[in-house]
């Protein structure tokens, strides 16, 4: 099997793929951490209170979270609702939800791992379903936004955030083209082909259309992503994402060398630190 391939398996289990295979493992070990520590204050965090407070209506009942990573929406969720609500946050990688619960000891979340694809729930179950910064990765999006409105009960809502292109990111864009130039005969594009490559809002409203929701309603949402230093951002993409696994393929005695090439990039258009950059999203909201 190539790496490519393996490299998309792993992303497809990760994000919802049926079922667990041995490439999971590229998210055990230091990456959850990583992952937490450098991009979860820096990119997620800024939306992780804008998406919680989209559901502060909600005063009872069982809230869903799919990709929940490492909880930086479930705490934001487990601050701003009412302690009547109870929360299920789901995620395929079983690591992150390990790390996640290390966070919070809240009795009212229930960690559990499940597949966005085939959720493990009876139907019209859940008040409200949320997801931040996952769908992109659904390797069908129709069937994923379809099990998401399957487990909600009529007349609740999805509500769920995407990046916008990244042009419009000024933290991932130089990072994404400095790894591109480290390796120009095959630049890794994951950060343009997946986490920032699902950004058409008319298409986005079609899948959902198809998945049979109504009343559906979009906003851009521009934050700011701020770091005590160029290296921050540099070491979460770099390390703490599947742009690891990309550059880890093509040299993996260049992954410090690479990082040092991003470091010296977001630098170059933010500054060596503290750093300060525009991040945009787009917010969805949809009912069943």
């Given amino acids: 099997m190539s790496w490519w391939r393996k490299l998309n398996d792993a992303w497809a289990v990760r994000w919802g793929n049926a079922g667990m295979s041995d490439t999971d493992k590229a998210f055990t070990g230091s990456i959850p951490a990583l992952y937490d520590r450098h991009l979860g204050p820096l990119i997620f965090a800024p939306y992780a209170d ?9 005063k009872q009942g069982r809230l869903l979270e799919i990709a929940a990573g490492t909880g930086i929406v479930t705490r934001a969720l487990d601050r701003t609702l009412p302690a009547p609500v ?17 966070l919070t000891q809240s009795r009212r979340i229930e960690w559990r791992q499940a597949d966005a694809l085939s959720l493990p ?3 019209d179950e859940f008040d409200a379903v949320i ?6 990765f659904f390797p069908d999006k129709r069937k994923a936004f379809a099990e998401a409105r399957r487990v909600l009960k009529p ?5 769920f955030n ?5 042009e419009e990111n000024e933290v991932a864009q130089p990072v994404s083209d400095a790894i591109a130039a480290c390796f120009p005969e095959d630049p890794p594009q994951f950060a343009r082909r997946t986490p920032y490559g699902y950004h058409d809002a008319e298409l ?13 309603k979009s906003q851009v949402v521009t934050k700011r992503a701020r770091a005590a230093s160029a290296r921050d951002p540099a070491m979460g993409l770099c390390q703490g994402s599947p742009l690891r696994n990309e550059i880890m393929a093509r040299d993996p005695g260049r992954l410090e060398e690479a990082t040092e090439a991003a470091t010296k990039a977001v630098a170059a ?12 999203a787009i917010v969805f909201e949809a009912m069943k």
């Fill in 50 to 58: 804008d998406m919680a407070q989209r559901l502060a209506g909600l």
């Fill in 86 to 102: 109870r929360i299920v946050a789901t995620d395929l990688n079983q690591a992150m939800l390990d790390h996640a619960a290390t």
């Fill in 121 to 123: 729930f009876k139907d």
């Fill in 131 to 136: 997801c931040q910064f996952g769908v992109m």
């Fill in 155 to 159: 007349r609740c809502r999805y509500v």
């Fill in 162 to 166: 995407v990046w916008d292109r990244i």
């Fill in 204 to 216: 986005i409203h079609r899948e959902l259309v198809a998945a049979g929701f109504v009343e559906i």
């Fill in 269 to 280: 258009k933010l500054g060596p630190g503290p750093i300060d950059g525009k991040i945009q």
